[in-house]
């Protein structure tokens, strides 16, 4: 099976580092950048030395809109699936968190099921950016902020 491009340019990592400093702050841990590929984008510590606990899992994205823009969130199928995976075996919570232009909000992945389309990026020309993906109703994403710490 032929390798995808890497789509993920020098300024998204910038962006993810930024917002993953500032989930440290909201949510008091400290987010280990995981392997390229890997099913999430963080791992929460307790601190960051040895013998740290792992508290959680949390994949980030960036939107280039406002929240109440879209009624749903749109994610990959698999990521959903991968990320319950985790949430299952670990026995750890997993969140999704998504940097709005004027929001920052979360939503912990459960078993919750939601409608499912064939969608995806057509701006790239490469047809495995479509695929089944999850319509995550925005008023299921609560703010970061009335979160506390997770």
Same mark, same amino acid.
């Given at each position: 099976?032929?390798?995808? $491009?890497?789509?993920?340019?020098?300024?998204?990592? +910038?962006?993810?580092? #930024?917002?993953? &400093?500032?989930?440290?702050?909201?949510?008091?841990? @400290? %987010?280990? +950048? #995981?392997? $390229?590929?890997?099913? @999430?984008?963080?791992? &929460? %510590?307790?601190?960051?030395? /040895?013998?740290?606990?792992? *508290?959680?899992? @949390?994949? @980030?994205?960036?939107?280039?809109?406002? +929240?109440?823009?879209?009624?749903?969130?749109?994610? &990959? %199928?698999? *990521?959903? =699936?991968?990320?319950?995976?985790?949430?299952?075996?670990?026995?750890?919570? =997993?969140? %999704? &968190?998504?940097?709005?232009?004027?929001?920052? /909000?979360?939503?912990?992945?459960?078993?919750? #099921?939601?409608? !499912?389309?064939?969608?995806?990026?057509?701006?790239?020309?490469? /047809?495995?950016?479509?695929? $089944?993906?999850?319509?995550? $109703?925005?008023?299921?994403?609560?703010? !970061?902020?009335?979160?506390?710490?997770?």
């Amino acid at each position: 099976m032929p390798k995808r $491009p890497v789509y993920e340019s020098s300024g998204d990592r +910038k962006k993810e580092k #930024t917002f993953a &400093a500032s989930l440290e702050d909201q949510w008091g841990c @400290v %987010l280990k +950048k #995981t392997r $390229p590929f890997y099913h @999430v984008d963080f791992m &929460a %510590l307790s601190h960051g030395g /040895a013998g740290a606990e792992l *508290k959680f899992f @949390v994949e @980030v994205k960036h939107r280039k809109i406002e +929240k109440d823009t879209f009624p749903t969130y749109m994610l &990959a %199928l698999m *990521k959903w =699936v991968n990320m319950n995976t985790m949430r299952r075996y670990s026995g750890l919570p =997993v969140y %999704l &968190a998504i940097r709005y232009l004027d929001q920052d /909000a979360c939503i912990k992945v459960t078993d919750e #099921t939601f409608p !499912i389309s064939f969608m995806g990026r057509t701006d790239r020309g490469d /047809a495995s950016d479509m695929e $089944p993906c999850i319509m995550i $109703p925005i008023d299921r994403l609560m703010p !970061i902020e009335s979160m506390g710490d997770v």
